[in-house]
């Protein structure tokens, strides 16, 4: 399964220099967040597998303006194709946001989904907006990284954590990929597509 997943910022590739042949191939669209709610729909119109988002920090506009055609997966487990993917967006709380959380509200999000977990026995795709705590995360809090998201890929070995809040242009040290235990985490930022 080829899987196309996006972050922070909308990709002029496929938005302003757009053509339909550029989604050839692609078998699910995953958003990790913090984009416009437009972007997403312009996506699902010419798409034709779902397209599935989590919430970042500055997604507090979906409220009024969710991307149409697509489905929110946040806080949930969602299976497409025999492919379960936990879905946990937000960042660490840092001001007012409907989409900020504390490390503890975070591992309550966490607990919840422990029975869907349980029965679907584990799930192949972490799909969050920030990345794990100490890992290719920041040292401001705005960037500080969930502990919640080590114990899941600890606990469960998923195949790949996709997360995105930590964009490239910040600097030499912000990678693209990268490996913890047997997960590969991918930061999604603008496009990247992976093989699952």
Not at 30 to 36: I, P, V, Y
Not at 151 to 179: C, N, T, W
Request: with cysteine.
């Amino acid at each position: 399964m080829k899987i196309l997943v996006l972050a922070d910022t909308e990709s002029l590739y496929l938005w302003d220099y757009f053509e339909k042949s550029k989604l050839e191939g692609i078998d699910l669209i995953l958003s990790c967040g913090d984009l416009h709610p437009h972007y997403l729909s312009f996506l699902a119109t010419f798409f034709q597998g779902p397209v599935l988002y989590v919430h970042g920090n500055h997604d507090d506009c979906y409220e009024k303006t969710p991307p149409e055609g697509c489905i929110c997966i946040d806080g949930r487990l969602y299976e497409y194709e025999g492919v379960r993917i936990l879905g946990l967006g937000g960042s660490m709380r840092y001001k007012q946001g409907l989409h900020q959380y504390t490390q503890r509200e975070m591992n309550w999000r966490i607990r919840k989904l422990f029975f869907r977990i349980r029965r679907k026995k584990g799930f192949d795709i972490l799909l969050a907006h920030s990345p794990a705590y100490h890992i290719n995360d920041g040292e401001d809090l705005p960037h500080t990284g969930f502990k919640g998201f080590r114990y899941l890929m600890e606990k469960y070995a998923p195949r790949y954590f996709i997360h995105g809040h930590m964009h490239l242009s910040y600097g030499r040290g912000i990678k693209r990929q990268d490996v913890y235990q047997s997960t590969t985490i991918v930061n999604a930022y603008e496009r990247y597509i992976i093989e699952l």
